[in-house]
């Protein structure tokens, strides 16, 4: 499924590197790293998504390539509905694919 697909639509992004982190907000909301192609790999939520931007940087399987592409992209979305954002954009994955993300490991009822 394509980023530009997801609704609510991320309102901005980075290529996912180091060197871009300063220019990530440290507001809370939604994200989704990408392929090139804007493939999403992985959705996820943050209080600090400079933070949490790093956090996957330092992360091997968040940097190393999937069966479906690398991440290149970070997209983000600052919202206070955290948890319904990104299990909104969860299941529209999940709908589209009958499956979340590939790095998504973990299923729960409800956003933790």
């Known amino acids: 499924m394509k980023v530009g697909d ?3 639509r991320p309102a901005a992004k980075e290529p996912f590197r180091r060197s871009q982190m300063r220019f ?28 949490r ?11 190393t390539a999937t069966a479906n592409g ?5 997209f983000w979305l600052e919202c206070a509905d ?10 529209s994955h999940a709908l589209a ?5 590939i790095l998504n490991k973990v299923y729960s009822p409800t956003a933790v």
Request: glycine share 6%; hydrophobic share 40%.
């Open 70 to 74: 690398r991440a290149v992209w970070f």
């Open 82 to 91: 955290l948890e319904k954002v990104e299990r909104t954009w969860l299941n």
């Open 6 to 8: 997801l609704s609510p």
């Open 97 to 101: 694919h009958g499956a979340w993300p």
């Open 24 to 51: 990530v907000t440290e507001k809370s909301g939604c994200y989704v790293l990408a392929t090139f192609d804007e493939d999403m790999l992985y959705v996820g939520l943050a209080k600090n998504l400079r933070r």
């Open 53 to 63: 931007f790093g956090q996957h940087l330092d992360t091997p399987e968040k940097v």
